[in-house]
């Protein structure tokens, strides 16, 4: 999709798994100061002390699932709703975009379930939100009288790079029900981003660094470790000349962010208080359950390694030991004293008091899933050179994982720059501005679509001939177009040429992923169909001829088509949802 060069002004968007926000600059103020980029420092966070210049993500539906209110209005809005007793009928998501990672079929017509089990369609969710950011950044140009109009803006939305193609489309076509049109709209692999953000920085704005560091020379090659709320996306970039970077390993990671230890906390309070009553207190009392997340994200962001004693955490007691009578038939304290944690957790009116031993324990298993995620990446033969880690994302602000991560890694240095969950947001500007930062990737995938060739008894397997026309041909072939871990500069086109004999009206090309590097057929393990693509034909001959272009290397995949006798040029409606 070509991308018009009209705008005035470059708007991102990022959206979190636990907090959204948005930023933008004008092409003027790239070209002088690249860094003047504007992000919104006045989101209401009602009587709550702010935590960043983000804000949750979350949104309130009303009962006829239209918006209501998004982020720190929708928690406030819905904490009153619980206290008047009249949610019941309204719908309130939160955390809901690991839905998209977890997902690895996600479809248009998939559900979420709100806080307290209630459906509904999630790219109605999605859109709703996005939408809402979206008004309000509108709202604040506005409000500055900048002049510029919603025509002049081109927007940019962040995506993990470790999602899959379909969750990147899912997120494009929710931005474009939320109002923003297609050609003014391009996806940012959020790693890239704040490694761009990463090169515009002085020094100064640079932890972990001493004189002749060395990220922004020509050659240098660095790991980015992007540690958000839902996942942690890793790659390595090297810097190119004129301010370009090369992907040199293709992008991994897993989910492991901030919410994984809020999981484990939970799991915790589960061990104490069973999971029934964990599950209760979501259904009955949400905003009970919402302000305990909330105090623990508060907590969490203070604990440090060589923190000792008891750390001190606010809980609605008195919902708890309500929830405890009538569902264990004892009170509170009686569940504690009887659970594993009796010697170290104790209850001073409404507040929990955890030894610092037990609290860090939350983070290990996220800390160590990390640590080899990072291993995993640094063991492979490209990436044996690099002894230098960026550290970004909201939750890489955590010290125990910079601690981790500094510990273990001793011989690398390990550089965390300032405001560090703001670099995936403003390097998204950044990328707006100048979408060729990239310049090149690799291949996650083996790409391919399925075709059928004549039968040959001594290559193909016998349970996929068929008879087509009179002839016996092997069906669900994988016709390799790109391989995994292919180097590929971004806008690489890849033309292939197919023949159809069979009589219609339209040819289908099913486009297929893999995990290997060479598979042989469509239907192996470690093969996912992506999505189709039909191409119109024209031509009455039994025998179709059509060009098929894939472009790869960019963040997104696109396909042209056109059938070659009448050279009609479609551009392929290539559906991954």
Not at 30 to 59: E, H, M, V
Not at 209 to 216: A, D, H, K, L, P
Not at 296 to 315: C, L, W, Y
Not at 490 to 501: D, E, L, P, Q
């Amino acid at each position: 999709m070509a991308q018009r060069q009209d705008h005035l002004l470059v708007a991102a968007i990022d959206f979190g798994t636990t907090y959204s926000g948005y930023a933008f600059s004008t092409k003027d103020a790239f070209k002088t100061d690249p860094l003047k980029i504007y992000a919104n420092q006045a989101w209401n966070a009602g009587g709550r002390q702010l935590l960043s210049l983000k804000t949750p993500t979350c949104i309130l539906l009303n009962p006829d699932k239209q918006f209501d209110s998004f982020g720190y209005e929708a928690e406030n809005k819905y904490a009153d709703l619980v206290m008047e007793e009249e949610h019941e009928d309204y719908y309130y998501f939160h955390r809901f975009k690991m839905s998209l990672h977890n997902n690895k079929n996600v479809k248009e017509d998939m559900m979420l379930e709100d806080i307290t089990g209630k459906a509904v369609k999630a790219i109605d969710v999605f859109a709703l939100s996005i939408e809402a950011l979206k008004n309000h950044l509108i709202a604040a140009l506005e409000t500055q009288g900048t002049g510029v109009k919603p025509s002049e803006i081109r927007w940019v939305l962040t995506v993990p790079a470790i999602w899959t193609d379909n969750a990147k489309q899912f997120m494009r076509k929710s931005a474009e029900m939320a109002g923003i049109p297609k050609n003014c709209l391009l996806i940012s692999l959020e790693p890239e981003a704040a490694s761009i953000y990463c090169q515009y920085l002085p020094t100064e704005k640079l932890s972990g660094i001493e004189s002749g560091f060395t990220m922004s020379n020509v050659g240098t090659k660095y790991m980015v470790v992007d540690i958000g709320g839902g996942t942690a996306d890793i790659t390595i970039h090297e810097k190119l000349v004129g301010d370009n970077l090369k992907e040199i390993c293709r992008a991994s990671g897993g989910d492991c962010g901030g919410t994984s230890v809020d999981t484990a906390f939970i799991q915790m309070l589960v061990k104490i208080f069973g999971a029934p009553l964990i599950n209760s207190m979501k259904q009955e009392e949400p905003a009970a359950y919402l302000d305990l997340l909330r105090e623990f994200e508060t907590v969490k962001r203070t604990v440090t390694s060589s923190k000792s004693g008891k750390i001190n955490m606010a809980i609605p007691y008195t919902t708890i030991d309500s929830l405890c009578r009538k569902h264990l038939k004892k009170d509170l304290l009686s569940s504690l004293s009887s659970s594993p944690y009796a010697q170290s957790i104790i209850m001073r009116r409404d507040k929990m008091r955890i030894e610092a031993d037990l609290f860090k324990s939350v983070f290990e298993k996220t800390i160590q899933s990390l640590i080899q995620l990072v291993k995993d990446v640094l063991e492979q033969e490209k990436a044996r050179s690099v002894d230098q880690v960026l550290l970004v994302g909201g939750f890489s602000e955590c010290s125990l994982i910079q601690e981790a991560i500094k510990k273990t890694f001793n011989t690398c240095r390990v550089v965390v720059p300032k405001e560090c969950g703001l670099a995936v947001l403003q390097g998204a500007v950044l990328f707006g501005h100048k979408p060729s930062f990239i310049a090149s990737r690799i291949s996650r995938f083996t790409y391919g679509i399925g075709v059928s060739h004549l039968f040959d008894a001594d290559l193909h397997d016998e349970k996929y001939k068929t008879i087509i026309n009179g002839e016996e041909r092997c069906q669900d072939l994988f016709d390799v177009i790109m391989e995994k871990d292919a180097h590929v500069l971004a806008g690489t086109v890849v033309k292939k040429n197919y023949i159809s004999n069979i009589n219609h009206n339209h040819i289908t090309f099913r486009i297929f992923v893999s995990e290997n590097s060479c598979p042989m057929y469509v239907l192996e393990d470690g093969c996912t169909k992506l999505g189709s693509v039909s191409v119109k034909i024209t031509n009455s001959s039994i025998e179709h001829k059509c060009d098929v272009e894939i472009v790869f290397g960019n963040t997104e995949l696109s396909i042209v088509a056109k059938e070659t006798d009448s050279s009609c040029v479609f551009e392929a409606n290539f559906d991954l949802i």
